[in-house]
């Protein structure tokens, strides 16, 4: 009896372990391939042709004429099963990767399926089924969905004010321009690069037009200025001014030599952008000037105005050469295809036209949305064409056609600006709702070429260096693969997200793990999981459980659902392999900030290579997890470094080998600048370390910086190179010791090693991290007392003890000093010359300091005599100030001989009270009066000092003028016959009259004696 088709050669396996593949033959006669289908295991060798019943092959012509279709937009596609003859997961498959390449779906579709029985339905643009679907089944269809190019890839809303421009440069980086705000340059990955700054408060940017090389952009704003930005660097190249009326649209010529600016008042002038002068201005249009744009080969201007005509102007001469009439309304946006053969204009009445730039007649008008059009961009891409519309939809044409290809909604207020990526598989929106969108409209170039062949045993490497890749690639890729079967080998890396797919043993990673490329991946892993479980079951001799579905961790670990421990046994030698194969994937991914490194199932030899592998990398990733399973525990990298739970000898034995430090040791021994901690945890222990392999190098590093997570403090160097912690602990600072005695011991060496002079300032005082000790002090002074010279300043502060030293009049003194300090001070005092000289003469300062306090003070001439007579040995460097002291004790020898000492009548009367005298208020008068009674006693005993006359001041002297007497005038000056000049006192009697009071007394004291 004749076999039913695709089950004669097919082994009882789930139909999600067999993936079917065209084989291709070239038709010589028309050029065209012919398909013939085959069904293959997942593993991609070839079975036996499937022997095919009428039946049969009206099935696979329903299916190759589904395959090999166009749809219009008003078609319709429904397939079902013909016969006994089934439809299955494959057919739908090869189904889908057709529609996948057209842009234009059928209105409706649907096809019922005899294994699994269900029905997969089109509504709206997405696939869904009746009923729930097996795993890869469901993953197909979500597969689908996602490479239908209309999804949203990112949303740039950093902007604090409406969108007014747009721009992609040719690198794929983009520019967005705000009303409000700075002009923008982005990433492909939606991050901003930089903000173009320097604009004025309120000005915002209109309109923007970008380079052919993406080197400059240049941004308009409704005012009258031109700004021509660097995008490199993000510098402001010129402005541009001289406009009377603000502008409304600006473009820059392909060779950025011309730009042409279009103005409120109708104006257009064109501008030669280096020299800044005008080139000719025009005044074309009744209206304002609304939009304006170059023709791709230069020659030709086009400007769209508010008077609803489109106008064709010369762009060397400026002469008009065409009116374009059709809109009923203004007319807001005009571009140029690429080739330059057609003409874009939009309007107010919702309307786009078509123009033929040969014969400049309108060929195609183009309505299909409420909004009136905005904005216009022609992709690279020949046929479409994408608008920007004011009820915020973003709608994309095929131009050849007039007919609407896809509707992009997202937007929540009015598209004011769209344009197109080089390559035409992007589409960047600028919205009145303050945001920016970038879509995916179609495949690159790159996947397209991919997807027109079978898969089938090929190297595919999509490196997406030419143009960025994103989901709805990656999915497309995957619809294809399962169509046409499994490559030999594959790498694809996608822009966003940043992920690297791979294949190994059939099976399809993506590094790092990413739970949106996984669901992408599952139904290309699905079967070849079946089978590999099967196998191991097999060799096992194990049955393998109907319900039995085979289950894929991302680090590849194959376990089966519902978990049987059997299975689990026999999977170990498999799951070892793909342990080595996840732990080598990691190895060979570049370790950072961002990574996160997650092993399930891992060994302590595969904990290892991790850990060496993070070690070597200098950073700590984001995070990291190794989950083992003997000993059953769980590795993970917390705040402050590897914790191991539930705790475990072994393992902690291993992480306890780790330090992030591994790969610093050669630069902490060697390098000047040093720098940790920043990207990875460190301890005080690690701080300890790093100590002692800085105090082995004969110079500490000029810059040092390390953070510690526990405690938590930055250590850095001061000016003096001291390591200090930031904020200070105890701990920390124990451990920091070593490394400032160290750095202490190398600047003493500098101070001793220089001389000492009086114009040396010296000061050693480093703060109070600096451990200072006593023993250090007697180091500094046993150098200083060295010297011939002390310095003009000296200063140490001491930690232990806490002592600060100075050097003062009489030597070095110390506060609150212990008595070792103290014994250090002295004995340096005493062996310093100078010091000594200093003291001595303080002594026989202190001794004839006391003489004239005697002398002249107390007027005490025996007690005088006495201090003089044992200050003379003592004050063998002030011989003048002795002599005078007692050639002065000598002249009032004569007044020792009187009957009675006049000496307690000169010092005056005596006040006091409580039983105590003091003397009287004013001393210096006292000594005055003494002065005088000694000058009238002098006759009587025949010492008369020679007194100078003063000459007496014709004029008042002024009080500025006036000279007091030093308070040691007092009887030196009358035994020396100096007396000072002195401002009379008020209520005091003259000079003259005192000298008379004090004769008188002097005489009666004589008269006496």
Known sequence: MQQRRCRKFVPRLPLTQLVRSPLRCRDAARGEFKSAYAVYPSNGASSPRISRSSECRAVEDMISDATTRVFAPEDKLHLKPIGSSPLTATDLTRVLDHLSTLDVLPREFSMRLTEPDLTVRLEGDELISDMPTDSQLKGLLGNWNRTRPRSCIHTLGNHGSIITSVAIL????????????????????????????????GEGGTHLAAASDGSTHLACRWGCDLKLWDVTTGELIRVMRGHMKSVYCVTLSCDCRTIVTGLRDGSIISWNIYSGVSLWEVQGHSGSVECITFSPCGKTIVSGSGDDTIKVWDEASGILEQTLEGHADSVSAVAFSHDGAMLASGSYDTSIRLWDTETWASVIELRGDSGWVTSLAFSPCVGMLASGHSSGAVKVWNSSCAESIKTLRGHRASVLSVAISPDGSTLLSGSDDKTAKQWHIKHSPEIKEVCAQPT??????????????????????????????????????????????????????????????????????????????????????????????????????????????????????????????????????????????????????????????????????????????????????????????????????????????????????????????????????????????????????????????????????????????????????????????????????????????????????????????????????????????????????????????????????????????????????????????????????????????????????????????????????????????????????????????????????????????????????????????????????????????????????????????????????????????????????????????????????????
């Not at 321009?177 to 320097?198: A, E, M, Q, V, Y």
């Not at 693969?481 to 990673?509: C, K, N, W």
């Not at 392999?693 to 001061?718: K, V």
């Not at 007697?778 to 007392?785: A, E, F, I, Y």
Request: overall charge neutral; glycine content about 6%.
């Open 170 to 201: 040719p690198d794929f980086t983009m520019v967005t321009g705000s009303r409000d705000g700075p002009d923008r340059l982005w990433s492909t990955n939606g991050k901003c690069i930089r903000s173009f700054s320097g604009r004025e408060d």
């Open 456 to 1009: 089938l045993g090929a190297d595919i490497r999509l490196p997406s260096d030419d143009s960025p890749l994103y989901l709805a690639d990656l999915a497309r890729v995957v619809i294809h693969i399962l169509a046409t079967g499994l490559p030999r080998s594959f790498e694809m890396r996608l822009a966003h997200p940043p992920v690297a797919v791979s294949m190994d043993d059939g099976l399809f990673f993506e590094t790092p793990s990413n739970s949106e490329v996984s669901g992408l991946l599952a139904p290309l892993n699905q079967s070849r999981l079946n089978k590999l479980v099967a196998q191991a079951c097999t060799d096992a001799g194990i049955a393998l459980p109907a319900a039995s579905t085979a289950v894929m961790d991302p680090n590849g670990f194959i376990s089966v659902s519902p978990a049987d421990d059997k299975i689990a046994a026999a999977l170990l030698p498999l799951n070892h392999l793909r342990l080595d194969a996840a732990v080598a994937r990691v190895c060979a991914q570049a370790v950072t900030a961002k990574t996160a490194i997650r092993v399930t199932h891992a060994d302590l030899p595969a904990l290892k290579k991790l850990l060496a592998r993070v070690e070597a990398s200098r950073v700590a990733p984001r995070s990291f997890e190794v989950q083992l399973d003997d000993p059953a525990a769980t590795v993970t990298l917390g705040p402050t470094g590897f914790e191991v739970a539930p705790p475990s000898d072994v393992v902690d034995y291993v992480v306890s080998g780790f330090s992030f430090l591994t790969a610093h040791l050669d630069a902490i021994s060697t390098a000047d600048e040093i720098s940790l901690g920043e990207h990875a945890p460190l301890t005080i222990g690690d701080l300890k370390t790093v100590a002692g392999l800085l105090l082995r190098r004969e110079t500490l590093p000029t810059s040092f910086a390390m953070r510690l997570t526990r405690p938590e403090c930055a250590i850095s160097t001061d000016r003096n190179g001291f390591f200090q912690s930031s904020p200070e602990t105890a701990e920390v600072q124990t451990a920091l010791n070593p490394l400032n005695r160290a750095q202490l011991s190398r600047r003493l060496s500098e101070i001793c090693a220089e001389p000492i002079t009086e114009e040396t300032d010296l000061c050693v005082a480093f703060g109070s991290h600096v451990p200072c000790f006593a023993s250090d002090l007697r180091r500094v002074l046993d150098h200083v007392t060295a010297t011939a010279d002390l310095p003009r300043s000296f200063t140490m502060r001491l930690t232990h003890p806490a002592t600060t030293v100075t050097l003062g009049p009489t030597g070095f003194t110390a506060t609150g000093a212990s008595e070792e300090v103290s014994a250090i001070i002295e004995h340096a005092n005493r062996a310093s010359p100078v010091i000594a000289m200093l003291q001595a003469e303080m002594m026989s300062n202190s001794a004839l300091d006391a003489v004239d306090e005697a002398l002249y003070v107390a007027a005490d001439l025996s007690d005088a005599k006495r201090l003089l007579a044992a200050a003379g040995p003592h004050a063998t460097q002030h011989e003048a100030r002795v002599l005078a002291l007692r050639t002065d004790l000598a002249r009032l020898q004569p007044v020792q001989a009187l009957a009675k000492d006049p000496m307690p009548a000169l010092k005056g009367p005596r006040q006091g009270g409580a039983g105590e005298e003091r003397r009287a208020p004013r001393a210096h008068h006292q000594r005055r009066r003494r002065q005088d009674a000694l000058e009238d006693a002098a006759p009587e005993c025949q010492v008369r000092p020679r007194r100078p006359q003063l000459p007496r001041p014709r004029a008042p002297v002024a009080a500025a003028q006036r000279v007091r007497a030093r308070p040691a005038a007092g009887l030196r000056g009358a035994a020396q016959g100096r007396l000072p000049a002195r401002r009379r006192l008020p209520g005091r009697p003259p000079a003259a009259g005192r000298r008379r009071q004090a004769t008188d007394a002097g005489r009666d004291a004589g008269r006496e004696g």
